[in-house]
């Protein structure tokens, strides 16, 4: 296998490795948001390292074509899944009234001493990670039907755009929490809007990746001799 295939294919090690980190590793010390976000920013630079690597070693392939983009949603979709729930098991402990005007999910993570229940807030909103996923599910079916029928649909720079803001957004919300763990009146509501940013920007991509090959998309549904 080719080098530059090697280092596409790491991120689908580096994208578990990241979820068991934000999930497993304790709250305290911020240590799960430290592992977490530089196992992702790891991520992120094998995406620009692959490319530069094949360029410069002309090792251009297939293999790599493919590889490419599903690694990349694999990773960032497996760690926004992630981050939908509580980070450590724990999450941001807030009280009822905070909970109500969040746009995160809120869990149950413990019991505090006076028998109340402690609520603990995910990273992310559900919504919007939910509309990723689903341009990600459609643009994957849409690359399936064309590829068996032999017809190849061309990239956007929309969908660099898109990946780009998606890596950045995934890792200064982990790294807000890092650096300035306890403050979540703010960090949850910039961590929100960031990833409704992502999202809006995905569906203008797909937007643009369907009209721009609309008259490759038609011909799919030609009726076969």
């Keep these: 296998m080719l080098?530059?295939?090697?280092?596409?294919?790491?991120?689908?090690?580096l994208a578990p490795i990241a979820v068991a980190a934000y999930l497993l590793l304790p709250v305290g010390g911020q240590a799960c948001f430290w592992a977490a976000g530089w196992i992702c920013g790891a991520a992120e630079f094998t995406d620009w390292l692959d490319g530069k690597v094949a360029r410069a070693r002309g090792e251009v392939s297939d293999f790599g074509k493919l590889a490419d983009p599903f690694c990349d949603v694999f990773y960032r979709m497996l760690v926004y899944l992630a981050l939908l729930l509580p980070a450590g098991g724990v999450g941001f402990v807030v009280q009822a009234d905070q909970a109500a005007g969040l746009q995160q999910s809120v869990f149950v993570v413990g019991v505090g001493a006076d028998g109340q229940a402690v609520l603990g807030a995910a990273l992310m909103p559900w919504l919007p990670v939910v509309l990723m996923v689903m341009r990600e599910i459609v643009q994957g079916a849409i690359r399936?039907?064309?590829?068996?029928?032999?017809?190849?649909l061309a990239a956007r720079w929309?969908?660099?755009?898109?990946?780009w803001v998606q890596g950045v957004v995934l890792i200064t919300s982990l790294g807000w929490p890092a650096v300035c763990f306890g403050r979540q009146d703010w960090m949850l509501e910039v961590a929100a809007w960031g990833c409704w940013a992502a999202a809006l920007l995905s569906l203008a991509s797909l937007a643009e990746y369907l009209w721009i090959n609309r008259t490759i998309l038609g011909s799919l549904a030609q009726r076969q001799g």
């Design 3 to 13: 080098l530059a295939d090697r280092i596409t294919l790491a991120r689908l090690a």
């Design 144 to 152: 399936a039907m064309c590829a068996a029928r032999g017809l190849v």
């Design 158 to 163: 929309s969908g660099k755009a898109k990946a």
